[in-house]
């Protein structure tokens, strides 16, 4: 059936709850995978189908588990919730062909998802989403086959599992020292599925560990969305001050991505901490290797890049292609300037947990603060200043935005040189002295982002204004 409302966007399909998010559709996109995975031979190997702390995410996920159990599709059902990477390391234990996560990540408490995930723990790439897509477009609008849950597991098909104690021990083993250095360390999972982890990882370590914000609470309350960015993060703030924390890690809603703040309360943008986890990386830990970064995150890796010694690859926004990178490459680190970050050796798909925890061994082998560590890199590689703005737009304006945004080439921005453009994802502007400004229209929210990075501290708000002025929105 054409023009269903089903499409995946920069990670999965995201939809408001009871709108179009609902168990009719929920099951046609767990049909859809069936189908898929079934049509490559990869089902032998059964799905891991895991849920996040949302409204009904519990049951959606318990739908998913019936489609695939009624297609002969052998399921481990996650017993509670968890973290996207937790899930996505469970593919790897369970030797599974790929997962099934019901989440919307970062989203308002309005919305859920459903993201897909290969054998490799990866991101499905755009060609294998775009057979899934058309697959959903095959069941969507009928009945789909489904067994109930009870008989599914009482015919071995559904097997429940709690995939903490496995991911626990392997970020132990990837951080066998970050137990050591007696920091105060604020863990905030902002109500969603990381509660609790990072905690557990420093259970009888040198840190002192809080937790706030971990209980589950699906209107995600006092903030807009659960996104670890300084809109959301007020309560972690007054944390940070009332416990005298050192670093604050905060995780949103699957905990695949970090948000960091120092001792005083301050944000730590998300491109400083990927040029921290790659100093750390390189620096620190010694590791050598390629690194992947997208358009939208720092050009402090090209710089490290070159100091150090190893190549860089760019991509467009999404691990769907930064984990297609990774793993053609070999990299130590791929992220992106939402503040996902993979590594190595664990998963080629982000996770916030393993990456607050590499940020604390940092502080704890430096000994040093993040403000200090931030002056280190900026040492090294120069200053390199941030931000964003988000702007709504309606059908129609996103429309028109798309169409203008192919015949917009001035000559300057805000007093800096237009050099070149770049179109690999959205509308990259490279500025005079290695500064740049990027419009893109996201891929899960109806909104525009124009974001920029310069090497003056007092350019970067003029810098997004004179941008937006340019799209008349």
Not at 14 to 19: N, T, Y
Not at 148 to 157: Q, Y
Not at 204 to 231: C, K, L, W
Not at 305 to 321: A, I, R
């Amino acid at each position: 059936m054409s023009g269903h409302p089903i499409k995946f966007g920069t990670d999965g399909w995201r939809a408001i709850i009871a709108e179009d998010y609902t168990f009719d559709n929920v099951r046609a996109c767990a049909q859809g995978a069936a189908q898929y995975f079934k049509s490559t031979g990869g089902a032998d190997g059964g799905i891991v189908v895991g849920y996040d702390t949302r409204f009904e995410s519990d049951a959606f996920a318990a739908a998913v588990a019936e489609v695939l159990a009624a297609n002969g599709v052998r399921v481990f059902l996650c017993d509670s919730p968890a973290p996207t990477p937790v899930i996505g390391y469970s593919i790897l234990t369970h030797k599974a062909a790929g997962s099934v996560v019901i989440t919307s990540s970062h989203n308002p408490a309005a919305y859920n998802g459903f993201k897909l995930r290969t054998g490799n723990g990866a991101s499905a790439p755009p060609e294998i989403l775009a057979q899934v897509e058309a697959m959903i477009g095959e069941a969507y609008g009928r009945a789909t086959p489904r067994m109930s849950l009870a008989e599914a597991i009482g015919k071995g098909l559904v097997q429940t599992f709690d995939p903490k104690p496995a991911y626990l021990q392997h970020i132990r083993a990837l951080t066998p020292d970050v137990g050591k250095g007696g920091l105060r360390v604020l863990a905030d999972p902002m109500y969603g599925a990381g509660a609790g982890y990072i905690r557990d990882v420093l259970a009888g370590s040198t840190h002192q560990v809080h937790e706030i914000r971990g209980e589950v609470n699906p209107a995600f309350p006092g903030m807009h969305n659960p996104e670890p960015i300084p809109r959301n993060l007020d309560a972690t703030v007054a944390a940070v001050r009332e416990f005298k924390a050192d670093v604050a890690l905060c995780t949103d809603g699957d905990a695949d991505r970090i948000g960091v703040l120092n001792g005083n309360g301050e944000f730590v943008n998300q491109l400083e901490t990927y040029a921290l986890l790659a100093y750390y990386l390189l620096e620190v830990r010694g590791e050598r290797g390629p690194m992947v970064k997208s358009v939208t995150t720092t050009s402090m890796i090209w710089r490290l890049g070159e100091l150090y010694g190893v190549p860089v690859y760019e991509t467009p926004v999404g691990f769907k292609y930064l984990g297609a990178k990774m793993i053609e490459t070999d990299a130590i680190i791929a992220g992106e300037e939402s503040g996902g970050f993979a590594f190595r050796g664990h998963l080629p798909e982000r996770d916030g947990v393993l990456s607050g925890l590499y940020i604390l061994d940092l502080m704890a082998r430096r000994g040093k603060s993040l403000p200090a560590l931030i002056e280190e890199l900026f040492a090294r590689v120069g200053p390199h200043y941030y931000d964003r703005i988000d702007i709504s737009l309606d059908p129609a304006g996103r429309d028109r935005i798309a169409a203008l945004l192919p015949s917009l080439r001035p000559k300057e921005i805000a007093g800096l040189r237009v050099e070149g453009i770049d179109t690999t994802d959205g509308l990259r502007f490279l500025l005079d002295g290695g500064a740049w400004a990027l419009i893109r229209l996201s891929g899960t929210e109806p909104l525009m982002r124009i974001y920029t990075e310069v090497h003056d501290r007092t350019k970067v708000q003029t810098v997004l204004h004179a941008v937006r002025e340019l799209t008349g929105a």
